[in-house]
């Protein structure tokens, strides 16, 4: 029931979202602490290849997301779960060094995309809330 | 995300030791024997960086670490000063004296790069605290 609630909304989403931010910042920060390393090539997870398979994993949960039939609702077993998979393989190695300005503006970037994740989470949390109290 | 403040942290550190190395250089400027009392010319240190394993985050995300303090081999700038107590007694630079071949120019750049890349470092700490703040927010 709970867990029908949540899938209903974009919570799981942004907790992905927030998720990859996270992870992407730590690979970010580990470029700036080796930029006078030797030998060093940037690192990154790209954001354009999560949001694809994002994308991908929400189709699939849309379509498998019917209305409930008097036959018992059926739950995809968490679509997003393979979102999470395939970050795991994403490191790239760039031949060439994108620089100090491009890294602090990547980690920038990042943060936003991270605090718009969070607020609206924040912001999802206390809808269902005011839903559970019945007052808003 | 917590190691990201370690992958920042050591990113400080070794930035400060290039520094410490740098601060050794200048402070030598004119030094012109070794802790023996041997007439030699200070030779300037430098640092090499290495990436540090022992220091990561999820997905390949590494820290910095110094892999040594390295010893340049320079020839040293010869002064005439025929009554220095470091200046060679016979040959050919009789009277001169060795003094360490160290460029202020080059140290000082180096220095301003390591304290920019130190203070780029410090902004990183800053939005990692932020983001955790922030995800801890939703518990509020």
Same mark, same amino acid.
């Given at each position: 029931?709970?867990?029908?609630?949540?899938?209903?909304?974009?919570?799981?989403?942004?907790?992905?979202?927030?998720?990859?931010?996270?992870?992407r910042h730590?690979v970010l920060?580990?470029n700036l602490?080796?930029? =006078?390393?030797?030998?060093?090539?940037t690192?990154d997870?790209?954001p354009?290849?999560?949001?694809?398979?994002?994308?991908?994993?929400?189709?699939?949960? =849309?379509?498998?997301?019917?209305?409930?039939?008097?036959?018992?609702?059926?739950?995809?077993?968490?679509?997003?779960?393979?979102?999470?998979? =395939?970050?795991?393989?994403?490191?790239?190695?760039?031949?060439?060094?994108t620089?100090?300005e491009a890294q602090i503006t990547e980690i920038a970037k990042n943060q936003?995309?991270?605090?718009?994740?969070?607020?609206?989470?924040?912001?999802?949390?206390?809808?269902?809330?005011?839903?559970?109290?019945?007052?808003? | 995300?917590?190691?990201?403040?370690?992958?920042?942290?050591?990113?400080?550190?070794?930035?400060? *030791?290039?520094? *410490? #190395?740098?601060?050794?250089?200048?402070?030598?400027?004119?030094?012109?024997?070794?802790?023996?009392?041997?007439?030699?010319?200070?030779?300037?240190?430098?640092?090499?960086?290495?990436?540090?394993?022992?220091?990561?985050?999820?997905?390949?995300?590494?820290?910095?670490?110094? #892999?040594?303090?390295?010893? #340049?081999?320079?020839?040293?700038?010869?002064?005439?000063?025929?009554?220095?107590?470091?200046?060679?007694?016979?040959?050919?630079?009789?009277?001169?004296?060795?003094?360490?071949?160290?460029?202020?120019?080059?140290?000082?750049?180096?220095?301003?790069?390591?304290?920019?890349?130190?203070?780029?470092?410090?902004?990183?700490?800053?939005?990692?605290?932020?983001?955790?703040?922030?995800?801890?927010?939703?518990?509020?």
């Amino acid at each position: 029931m709970l867990a029908q609630l949540f899938n209903s909304t974009t919570i799981p989403v942004l907790e992905q979202v927030a998720g990859f931010a996270q992870d992407r910042h730590q690979v970010l920060a580990g470029n700036l602490a080796n930029i =006078d390393t030797p030998g060093y090539r940037t690192r990154d997870l790209p954001p354009e290849l999560f949001e694809a398979s994002l994308k991908k994993a929400l189709r699939a949960r =849309d379509q498998n997301n019917q209305p409930a039939a008097p036959g018992g609702y059926r739950r995809p077993s968490n679509p997003l779960a393979e979102v999470r998979g =395939d970050v795991k393989s994403m490191v790239r190695h760039d031949e060439n060094n994108t620089g100090f300005e491009a890294q602090i503006t990547e980690i920038a970037k990042n943060q936003m995309t991270h605090s718009l994740a969070m607020s609206v989470l924040v912001n999802q949390f206390q809808l269902l809330g005011a839903a559970i109290s019945e007052r808003a | 995300m917590i190691s990201a403040l370690d992958i920042s942290a050591s990113g400080l550190t070794a930035q400060r *030791t290039r520094l *410490t #190395a740098i601060a050794n250089n200048i402070a030598n400027i004119s030094t012109t024997h070794d802790e023996s009392g041997a007439p030699e010319a200070y030779q300037p240190r430098f640092s090499v960086f290495e990436t540090d394993d022992a220091v990561r985050g999820s997905h390949g995300a590494v820290g910095v670490k110094v #892999a040594s303090v390295e010893i #340049a081999d320079v020839d040293p700038r010869w002064r005439y000063q025929p009554y220095h107590p470091d200046a060679v007694q016979e040959g050919e630079r009789k009277g001169y004296v060795a003094y360490p071949n160290i460029s202020v120019m080059t140290e000082f750049t180096d220095a301003l790069e390591a304290t920019r890349a130190y203070e780029a470092n410090l902004g990183v700490i800053d939005v990692t605290k932020e983001m955790v703040q922030q995800t801890l927010r939703i518990l509020a």
